[in-house]
C-alpha cells in the first residue's frame, strides 16, 4: 500500500489574506514536497493547470528541483494533459527526471478536467476524445522502449530505431487518471495500465462499479490486474474543528471561483460538511482522516491513495503543517487499520 501527497500549486493568501504571486507559490510546493519526503510519504503529485489560480504548469521542472532536494519521495503528476502534449517529448522530459532521480519519475496521463491548454497550444477542443486515444497509444509504444513504429491523424508518423534517453528497465511507471468514464476505466486495461480514480465528491463506494469493470475487463482481456489509487481532497489538522474551519474558507474560495465559470451555486457550510461526513473530503484530526482512508481502501481494494492536500487559498504554514500529520500520524494509522 502506498500513500501519496498531490497538489496543484493552488495560489494561497499570506498572513494578511492577499494572494501571493505565483513564483512564491511555486518555491513553497518545493518545500512541502521535501518535507513530505522527510516524513515518510511515498509520492509527490504535481497537477498541470494554465489558470491564474494554479500556479503549476511545468510539472517536470518543479520534480527535478525536488529530485535533488529529496532521496526516497517518488516523483509525478496529477494529471498530465496528455491530448495537449507531444507523447516524445513527455517520455523524454521524464525519462530524464528518471535518470537525475533513480527511476523516482511516474506520470498519470488524462484529459484534465479544465480545457484551457486546447486553445493554449493550438488543439481543436472537439477531438477531445481522438486525440487523447492517439497520443496514449504513442506514449505506450515509446514507453516500452526500442523501436517505435507509429501513424495516427493528429501527428506526423514515426519511425525510429529508439528515443533518448531511455527510461530504463520497465520505462516510466505510468498510470490513466479516470474521472467518471467507462471508456476511460476499458482504456487503462487495454494498454495495461494502472487507474488512478479522481474522486472530488460523494461517497468514494459510488466508483465500486469502475472498479469491477476494470476487473471484469481485464479478465476479458486475459490482461493482468494493474494497482488501483483514488485521489481525493482533504485536509489534516489537531482537532477536527480546526481542520473543518482551515478546509472550508480556502475550498469554498476555490470552489465558488469555478461555480462561477460553470454555472455552479456557491458552496454552503453545511454542503461542505456533509462531504467531510459522508462524501470525499478528508477533513479532520489525524485520527478521523486515518479512518476515512481505512474504510476507502477496503471498500475499493485500493493499492495508493493520494490526498489533494492543497485546498484553494489555504495559507502554505497549514498545508505544511498537514503534510507533517499525514506522514507522521495518518499513513501508520492507516497501516496499522489495515494490518
Same mark, same amino acid.
Request: net charge negative.
Given at each position: 500500500?502506498?500513500?501519496?501527497?498531490?497538489?496543484?500549486?493552488?495560489?494561497?493568501?499570506?498572513?494578511?489574506?492577499?494572494?501571493?504571486?505565483?513564483?512564491?507559490?511555486?518555491?513553497?510546493?518545493?518545500?512541502?514536497?521535501?518535507?513530505?519526503?522527510?516524513?515518510? @510519504?511515498? =509520492?509527490?503529485?504535481?497537477?498541470?493547470?494554465?489558470?491564474?489560480?494554479?500556479?503549476?504548469?511545468? %510539472?517536470?521542472?518543479?520534480?527535478?528541483?525536488i529530485?535533488?532536494?529529496t532521496?526516497?519521495?517518488?516523483?509525478?503528476?496529477?494529471?498530465?494533459?496528455l491530448?495537449?502534449?507531444?507523447?516524445?517529448?513527455?517520455?523524454?522530459?521524464?525519462?530524464?527526471?528518471?535518470?537525475?532521480?533513480?527511476?523516482?519519475?511516474?506520470? $498519470? /496521463? &488524462?484529459?484534465?478536467?479544465?480545457?484551457?491548454?486546447?486553445?493554449?497550444?493550438?488543439?481543436?477542443?472537439?477531438?477531445?476524445?481522438?486525440?487523447?486515444?492517439?497520443?496514449?497509444?504513442?506514449?505506450?509504444?515509446?514507453?516500452?522502449?526500442?523501436?517505435?513504429?507509429?501513424? +495516427?491523424?493528429?501527428?506526423?508518423?514515426?519511425?525510429?530505431? =529508439?528515443?533518448?534517453?531511455?527510461? +530504463? %528497465?520497465?520505462?516510466?511507471?505510468?498510470?490513466?487518471?479516470?474521472?467518471?468514464? %467507462?471508456e476511460? @476505466?476499458?482504456?487503462?486495461?487495454?494498454?495495461? /495500465? %494502472?487507474?488512478?480514480?479522481? $474522486?472530488?465528491?460523494?461517497?468514494?463506494?459510488?466508483?465500486?462499479?469502475?472498479?469491477?469493470?476494470?476487473?471484469? =475487463?481485464?479478465?476479458?482481456?486475459?490482461?493482468?490486474?494493474?494497482?488501483?489509487?483514488?485521489?481525493?481532497?482533504?485536509?489534516?489538522?489537531?482537532?477536527?474543528?480546526?481542520?473543518?474551519?482551515?478546509?472550508?474558507?480556502?475550498?469554498?474560495?476555490?470552489?465558488?471561483?469555478?461555480?462561477?465559470?460553470? &454555472?455552479?451555486?456557491?458552496?454552503? *457550510?453545511?454542503?461542505?460538511?456533509?462531504?467531510?461526513?459522508? &462524501?470525499?473530503?478528508y477533513? &479532520?484530526?489525524?485520527?478521523? @482522516?486515518? *479512518?476515512? $482512508?481505512?474504510?476507502?481502501?477496503?471498500?475499493?481494494?485500493?493499492?495508493?491513495?493520494?490526498?489533494?492536500?492543497?485546498?484553494?487559498?489555504t495559507?502554505?504554514?497549514?498545508?505544511?503543517?498537514?503534510?507533517?500529520?499525514?506522514?507522521?500520524?495518518? $499513513?501508520?494509522?492507516? *497501516?496499522?487499520?489495515l +494490518?
Open positions: 500500500m502506498e500513500f501519496g501527497l498531490d497538489t496543484f500549486g493552488d495560489v494561497t493568501r499570506d498572513a494578511q489574506g492577499t494572494l501571493l504571486p505565483q513564483d512564491q507559490v511555486l518555491r513553497h510546493v518545493i518545500d512541502e514536497a521535501v518535507l513530505a519526503d522527510q516524513v515518510g @510519504v511515498d =509520492a509527490i503529485n504535481l497537477g498541470e493547470h494554465h489558470r491564474d489560480d494554479f500556479a503549476i504548469s511545468a %510539472p517536470e521542472i518543479l520534480l527535478a528541483n529530485a535533488a532536494r532521496s526516497r519521495i517518488r516523483l509525478g503528476t496529477a494529471v498530465t494533459v491530448s495537449t502534449d507531444d507523447p516524445i517529448r513527455l517520455y523524454q522530459r521524464f525519462s530524464t527526471l528518471n535518470a537525475i532521480s533513480g527511476g523516482r519519475g511516474e506520470i $498519470i /496521463l &488524462g484529459r484534465g478536467s479544465f480545457v484551457e491548454s486546447y486553445p493554449l497550444f493550438g488543439h481543436d477542443l472537439s477531438e477531445y476524445e481522438m486525440l487523447f486515444e492517439e497520443k496514449l497509444a504513442l506514449f505506450v509504444a515509446v514507453n516500452k522502449g526500442g523501436a517505435v513504429s507509429w501513424q +495516427g491523424r493528429h501527428r506526423a508518423p514515426v519511425a525510429v530505431p =529508439a528515443v533518448y534517453p531511455p527510461a +530504463g %528497465p520497465g520505462g516510466i511507471h505510468t498510470w490513466v487518471g479516470v474521472g467518471g468514464s %467507462p476511460s @476505466v476499458v482504456r487503462a486495461v487495454r494498454h495495461d /495500465l %494502472p487507474m488512478m480514480l479522481a $474522486i472530488i465528491g460523494g461517497d468514494p463506494r459510488r466508483f465500486l462499479p469502475f472498479v469491477r469493470l476494470y476487473h471484469d =475487463a481485464a479478465a476479458k482481456m486475459g490482461k493482468a490486474v494493474q494497482p488501483l489509487g483514488v485521489h481525493s481532497p482533504g485536509l489534516i489538522a489537531a482537532t477536527d474543528a480546526e481542520a473543518r474551519e482551515a478546509a472550508f474558507t480556502g475550498y469554498k474560495a476555490l470552489h465558488d471561483r469555478i461555480g462561477r465559470e460553470r &454555472g455552479w451555486p456557491p458552496i454552503t *457550510r453545511d454542503a461542505f460538511l456533509a462531504e467531510v461526513e459522508g &462524501g470525499s473530503q477533513v &479532520g484530526s489525524p485520527e478521523t @482522516v486515518a *479512518r476515512k $482512508i481505512a474504510d476507502t481502501i477496503r471498500d475499493l481494494g485500493l493499492q495508493r491513495f493520494s490526498l489533494k492536500y492543497s485546498a484553494g487559498t495559507a502554505h504554514e497549514t498545508l505544511m503543517r498537514s503534510v507533517e500529520l499525514y506522514g507522521t500520524r495518518v $499513513i501508520p494509522l492507516v *497501516r496499522e487499520m +494490518g
